[in-house]
């Protein structure tokens, strides 16, 4: 357990809306199997579809994928798919979940929500924020509480988004985070892994 603990000091979350999923296949199948972060996915989409969406990417990674549950804790090398309102806590060395179902939160699951929460874990904890394509703005507060508590942010360029909305507006609140398309991204998240070890 001791060295578990030392060893989760990374964490990729990662929001989308509109044309995320495609997005999200390419990203996990290019990840590999020793990429050491945990990653923790909010993807707009109703409760009911995640079973097979956590399907679908299981299928195509190399990593293990898997729903969140409330009290669920992160371990090294997984990938996390939200639903409902999700929220990571910090205590007494172990980073877990708390998790509703039946949120009522305008967004489903809601990245705002899921960022703050990150916002709030110790500084000893590198994130990367990173905002794909969507309609709308959540996300953009916060990957600017992420950012401002020291986490790195990169946001889908306007030319690589399908929808522009999320991407845009995260880039007017966090005008010094960079941008890119999906192959700049998967290699910044790649650069992030290898510096976990």
Known sequence: ???????LKNILLIGASTGGPGRLHSILEQ??????????????MGS??????????SSVSSLKVLRVCDGMELELSSVYICSGECRLVEQEGRIYFIHNEYSSLPYTPDI?????????????????????SGIGDD??????????????????????????????CAIELVPQADTGAMTQIITAMKHFGEKSV
């Open 31 to 44: 990840l590999p199997s020793d990429f050491l972060p945990a990653i923790v996915i909010a993807q707009h």
């Open 112 to 132: 705002d929500t899921l960022l703050f929460s990150a916002a709030e874990l110790s500084k000893s904890i590198r994130k990367m924020g990173v905002i794909l």
């Open 139 to 168: 996300g953009a507060k916060g990957a600017k509480a992420l950012f401002d508590a020291g986490g790195i942010c990169m946001f889908e360029s306007e030319e690589s988004a399908t929808v522009y909305g999320m991407p845009r």
């Open 48 to 57: 009911p579809f995640i079973p097979s969406f956590v399907k679908q990417l």
């Open 1 to 7: 357990m001791g060295q578990w603990t030392l060893k």
